[in-house]
């Protein structure tokens, strides 16, 4: 009896879902094989390609930006931190006061608060630091650096009772009280000045945060967009107190500095403020930005970073407690502005310690202070227009109400700000991922599925040939033989059986 004998590979091509596998295994005619031969390797290669770019893709970890508005029925008020250019009261200084910082700021400048635009050219080479904007003299010409310590000794006989230059600065600087504050209302109720404001030392000495307390039961907030439903401050910048001066490296200007932060972040007013002179009334319109990034290996944030002096991680608190931890551990004191219990850095340290070690954050910062951008923070957008104060019409009525008689002094001394929110709405960015892991799978099926006719099944038939042709040599029954039917010997047997009854019938 003939017999046909039918391998695994042949069963498996006309068994699998894959296209085209069946056609080859079928047909005996060559040039029809070969041209679907063609057909699933042409389909593989286009496949792989296309699978290729996919994966690239993937790798790349690209990032789409969703902008979105939404809004709400109140937002909470932000922190609000003013401060006045003039950083030290006259009426407050003595004789003494003035030779030292006289003395301290021409040999050391080391009443200079802004270490970041400091001149560290000359720091740690022997020679007096460069005042920035202003020519040495002959005088500091002479002067030798063997002069810190007679400063010193100098500050010694002067405070012999001890000098903290913390405690001077918030003694002798820039007060809030009711003759620096002539009003002050939020959302059209007087404020209490004492409660709603908190010092904070500033690059400006003392400066002062409204709002700043982010644990209040009720926190502060503005139900209704525009103009008198925020913060309003009349604010009397004192200008017969100012000791500015340029021998002192002092600010030329005069007024106050504001800037809106969150209440969990530190105010950097040297690089964040808004000026505002006397004479001025300043509207503050509000947007509240927020942004959320994403972690490695999309974007540059990190969740689990924590601050020591600061609640909530910021790009700008890492900065600040950056340089505060290498001079904490280098000088073992902080600068006046700095948070932490540490004692203040005296003039000596300053001058021989502090200065060296921000000279060198400063040209080595990346390798100095890790600190990456918040994986979520809020900014505020000011949109920001100015008023001449006050109007002829009202200069004697505001003399008189204010008890200052002169009707120039509101022009040289009083400044206004109104803080409020534009509307009562905020701009959401948040980085998603472009290309995410369930995308690359839904793409490697498409083009499997495109070309090859390819699904999951699929693949697991091309397992299971894999192992039934790897475990061939252990299995007889892999080849498997079958016979063609005798139908001759067929219809002989049919024909007997059928005699076989007929005889019965008749019997």
Partial sequence: MPEEEETIEKRFANSTSAHGFSRVAETSFIPRKLFWIALILGGLGVSSWQITLRFQKFYRRETNSAVSLNYEAKLNFPAITICNVNKYMASQLTAVDHELLNAANSIFEYDNYDYYNYDYTNVGSGEVPVVPGIEKSDSLDLIKPQDLDTLINNISTWYPGGFDYANFTREKGWQLNEESILLCEFKGVRCNISRVFTHQ???????????????????????????????????????????????????????????????????????????????????????????????????????????????????????????????????????????????????????????????????????????????????????????????????????????????????????????????????????????????????????????LGFSILTILEFLEYLVLRLAAPCNSEIKTKKVAPDNKGHDMEVKNRNLEMTKVAYS
Wanted: net charge negative.
């Fill in 201 to 451: 030392f500033t690059s400006f000495g003392n400066c002062y945060t409204f709002n700043a307390n982010d644990t209040r039961k009720r926190p502060l907030y503005q139900d209704q967009p525009g103009i008198g439903n925020g913060l309003m401050l009349v604010v009397n910048i004192q200008q017969s107190e100012y000791t500015e001066t340029i021998t002192r490296s002092g600010r030329i200007e005069a007024g106050i500095v504001f800037q809106v932060h969150p209440q969990y972040e530190p105010p950097l007013l040297s690089s964040k403020g808004t000026a505002v002179g006397p004479g001025f009334h300043a509207y503050a319109g509000l947007q509240e930005l927020e942004t959320v990034n994403l972690e490695p290996p999309y974007g540059p944030c990190n969740s689990s970073q924590k601050l020591e002096y600061f609640a909530n991680y910021t790009l700008s608190g890492c900065i600040i407690e950056c340089r505060l931890r290498h001079i904490k551990d280098k000088c073992g004191c902080k600068p006046v502005e700095y948070p932490g219990n540490l004692s203040t850095c005296d003039p000596k340290k300053m001058v021989e310690c502090v200065k060296p070690v921000l000279k060198d954050i400063k040209g080595n910062f990346t390798d100095r202070c890790h600190c990456n951008v918040s994986c979520s923070s809020i900014k505020y957008g000011l949109t920001l227009s100015y008023g001449t104060f006050p109007n002829q019409n009202v200069e004697s009525e505001l003399a008189t109400k204010w008890g200052y008689g002169d009707t120039t002094f509101a022009k040289n001394n009083l400044a206004i700000i109104d803080v409020y929110f534009e509307e009562l709405n905020y701009h959401k960015t948040e980085q998603n991922v472009a290309y995410e892991e369930s995308a690359l799978i839904s793409d490697i099926g498409g083009q499997l599925g495109l070309f």
